[in-house]
């Protein structure tokens, strides 16, 4: 499976975006999807991650109620809509899958996932 994420851009604080992954070259409909994000200088950290069949999803903390992840096996793309953007949300945003699929809880740790997409940048100005 190779990713490839998109949508990223420059937004007012307050404003939205929607970024995109689109998987390619496997079984997209059996993987659970995770989105982290890296802020100059800082970790890879944790954002949002859904199940396989997207009946489980888990947020990090920092932007739960604001950000949504979905994924359309019919599309084999995940989205990460964000909403009510702050100037920390500024950050070069990853998705990531793992193969093969691990079973039980999502995971939420870097080292969970094997397959990473290339980034795309969300820069949120105040």
């Known amino acids: 499976v190779q990713l490839q994420a998109s949508g990223g851009g420059l937004v007012q604080a307050g404003g939205s975006l929607r970024l995109s992954c689109v998987a390619s070259?496997?079984?997209?409909?059996?993987?659970?999807m995770a989105w982290f994000r890296q802020g100059t200088g800082k970790e890879r950290e944790f954002v949002a991650a859904?199940?396989?069949?997207?009946?489980?999803?888990i947020y990090a903390d920092s932007v739960k109620g604001r950000f949504t992840i979905s994924k359309t096996n019919t599309k084999s793309t995940v989205y990460l809509q964000m909403n009510s953007l702050k100037s920390e949300d500024t950050a070069v945003y990853y998705c990531?899958?793992?193969?093969?699929?691990?079973?039980?809880?999502?995971?939420?740790?870097?080292?969970?996932?094997?397959?990473w997409g290339q980034g795309t940048q969300v820069t949120v100005s105040s």
């Open positions: 990531a899958t793992r193969l093969p699929r691990v079973v039980g809880a999502l995971r939420t740790e870097t080292t969970d996932y094997n397959i």
């Open positions: 859904v199940s396989w069949n997207s009946i489980s999803t």
């Open positions: 070259g496997g079984n997209f409909w059996s993987v659970n």
